[in-house]
């Protein structure tokens, strides 16, 4: 399949910022959800604003799941593995997975906490439920504003990612140069998606003393 086919799966405020942001810098997008029909409105908006061979269409999560070599996965985490069952997990052979999601406990209110963590990650755990996909964690630590061709005042730091394939993050570097990231910062294994979890409630606190949520970190030495 052509790499510039990719299918997004969740119909959330992630879901959308990427399904719209891949379509503009000329990807052939197919974004599923639940509930199709809830996307009309939004897929007729975006057309009109999408790169001359970009394109978005809307379906179920297995329609997403097999449209391209690469997908992502942009649903709550806690609805993450039940959205991986509903896509059908054959449909994920070979595929290259961005997984942006984060298991944030919103129960007792902001900020969140995480649901698991410390020995466990929801990476390594959809990095098991399919087995025969290529896993990485990204875009898991920065706001959907921020996803596609960010812009912070003090320069653009590299996104984190990390997975248990170098040629899959090799290739999910060139797909986030594409989108205006200036590189990635490698943090390991899919293991470490632990921390690049754990990151998610500090961005989230960090955010609220700063009173925005355009912020990202940056390691620096």
């Known amino acids: ?93 070979g595929t290259l997975l961005l997984d942006t999601t984060n298991p944030l406990d919103f129960s007792g209110g902001m900020p969140p906490h995480l649901l698991f963590g410390g020995t466990d990650s929801l990476g390594e755990r959809i990095q098991s439920a399919l087995p025969d996909a290529h896993v990485v964690k990204c875009f898991n630590t920065v706001s959907n504003a921020q996803m596609v061709d960010p812009e912070f005042e003090e320069g653009t730091p590299p996104m984190f990612i990390c997975g248990d394939d170098a040629d899959a993050k090799g290739r999910t570097e060139d797909i986030l140069v594409e989108l205006g990231w200036p590189g990635t910062m490698d943090v390991g294994d899919i293991e470490s998606a632990r921390h690049l979890e754990a990151l998610v409630p500090l961005w989230v606190r960090v955010g609220s003393v700063m009173d925005t949520s355009e912020h990202a970190f940056k390691a620096v030495q």
């Open 1 to 93: 399949m052509s790499t510039d086919r990719i299918g997004v799966l969740g119909s959330g405020d992630v879901g959308r910022a990427l399904g719209s942001g891949f379509a503009r810098h000329g990807w052939d997008v197919a974004v599923g959800s639940r509930d199709p029909g809830k996307l009309h409105d939004w897929r007729d908006d975006v057309g009109g604003s999408v790169a001359d061979d970009g394109s978005v269409s809307v379906g179920s999560f297995a329609d997403a799941a097999a449209h391209g070599d690469v997908a992502v996965l942009a649903v709550r985490g806690a609805a993450a593995l039940d959205a991986l069952d509903l896509a059908g997990h054959d449909n994920f052979a």
